[in-house]
């Protein structure tokens, strides 16, 4: 299943009259595109436009009011999306009463460990050195949010779901993701990143998508 | 254990939630506590009549390991929701429902397990008859776990909601009555010097029952919750 991409002419992800509403009101779509490998997408707009929801339906988390979602050309449920699809939220999924170190450990524990990295070595990534015993509870918002992106270089998924990723961070960050992101994309991931528009991705012209309510 | 593999994530998570438990270890003491003090009160109330005290004992023990359980329920993913843990969890290549045993079982484990431990303790406290102790204890291994698989699947279910307290409460309450009667049932029994095999391998049903569709109705539950 893996590296399937590059053999096969499916799109990593793709979407399909993509559609939600909530309660009835309809949050975004109909939505059509697809992505391949190497490609970072970005997707615009307001406050408000469904941008997380977007993302917590292509994750899975959400199921689509209508439409579907293909993964590698197969139809998405959570259960295929094992070691695939690795989503970095509002919420950063990290415990506050653990350090940085032990909050990786059991990322890694769950989701598997890419080749020739460690978690050490993933957070000096990130510059966050020094800080590998700290808890994160004692950490900036920002220095979390580069806890929540070595997890992100060590748990092994082709598509990275990212919403906002340039919150919180400082003109260092905003450089440190797009690096991770220009990396990802060179190994064959591909990337799908919310933004305001404030800080968008730089390098290259990755494409857009534009959310209107 | 490789990373990423089933048993490994397992581990992870009952090491992690163990770790959480002993960082807030101060707080993780508040039911033991509780049960203790609930069941030491009744001799304050009653009086210090030992054959009063005795008839009562093991349903004082019972309502107040009960009632502590009840207490820490609504935490139970409550933290992991707020965080973002949940998310990670669903997302995890792990069946949910195998992880969220996992989250159960240390629930058991640092709630219920040490008030197992200082039963005897309680017992003496009210003059429980010694030939009532065993069938005690073995009624509490296997309603406690009970309690804690039944407490899961309602969390999910109202976790999504604030303030979800009180609606908790009404709908563990109903379910927790028959463990509670089974309970009791094994050990008037005994006390009355009746066969109480019955009442037990009535809970040890129940038991091996909802350790089989307790996780996966809690893990259909919690994605409901989630969206």
Redesign the interface.
């Known amino acids: 299943m893996p590296h399937a991409d590059l053999q096969t002419p499916h799109p990593l992800l793709e979407a399909r009259a993509l559609r939600f509403l909530r309660n009835d009101e309809p949050i975004f779509g109909p939505l059509d595109f697809a992505m391949h490998a190497g490609e970072i997408v970005l997707i615009e707009g307001d406050n408000g436009a469904g941008k997380t929801t977007l993302l917590k339906v292509l994750s899975g988390l959400l199921p689509p009011s209508d439409g579907e979602i293909r993964l590698h050309g197969d139809p998405l449920t959570l259960a295929k999306l094992s070691h695939q699809v690795a989503l970095l939220g509002h919420l950063l999924g990290l415990k506050l009463e653990l350090s940085a170190l032990e909050n990786l450990a059991f990322a890694i524990g769950l989701g598997g460990l890419r080749p020739r990295l460690s978690p050490t070595s993933a957070l000096a990534g990130v510059g966050l050195q020094g800080f590998e015993e700290v808890p994160v509870r004692l950490l900036s918002a920002g220095q979390r949010k580069r806890v929540a992106l070595a997890r992100l270089l060590l748990v092994p998924a082709s598509l990275w779901l990212l919403d906002e990723p340039y919150a919180n961070l400082d003109r260092d960050g905003i450089e440190l993701v797009n690096r991770l992101l220009d990396r990802h994309a060179r190994e064959g991931g591909a990337a799908l990143l919310t933004s305001h528009g404030a800080y968008a991705y730089t390098s290259g012209a990755p494409r857009r998508i534009k959310l209107k309510h | 254990m490789?990373?990423?593999s089933t048993s490994?994530?397992c581990?992870?998570?009952i090491?992690?939630d163990l770790?959480?438990v002993w960082?807030?270890r101060g707080d993780a003491l508040n039911p033991v506590l509780f049960a203790i003090m609930v069941a030491s009160l009744f001799p304050f109330a009653l009086g210090p009549e030992p054959e009063q005290l005795a008839r009562i004992a093991s349903g004082v023990i019972l309502v107040a390991l009960l009632l502590s359980g009840l207490l820490t329920l609504d935490a139970l993913f409550r933290s992991d929701l707020?965080?973002?843990?949940l998310?990670?969890?669903?997302?995890?290549?792990?069946p949910l429902s195998l992880l969220l045993s996992c989250k159960i079982l240390v629930h058991w484990l640092t709630t219920a397990l040490p008030l197992i431990v200082v039963t005897p303790l309680l017992a003496q406290l009210l003059h429980l008859p010694e030939n009532v102790l065993p069938v005690l204890l073995v009624t509490l291994l296997l309603s406690t776990p009970l309690l804690s698989l039944i407490g899961a699947m309602c969390v999910a279910l109202t976790v999504g909601m604030r303030r979800s307290g009180m609606l908790l409460a009404l709908l563990v309450l109903p379910l927790y009555v028959p463990v509670l009667i089974f309970a009791a049932g094994a050990c008037n029994a005994v006390q009355a010097g009746l066969p109480h095999t019955a009442p037990l391998l009535w809970l040890g049903a129940g038991l091996s029952l909802s350790l089989v569709l307790a996780p996966l109705a809690s893990a259909a539950a919690l994605k409901i919750s989630?969206?």
């Open positions: 490789r990373p990423g490994g994530a581990a992870a998570l090491k992690r770790l959480l960082r807030r707020e965080d973002g843990s998310e990670q969890l669903v997302l995890a290549p792990q989630l969206s």
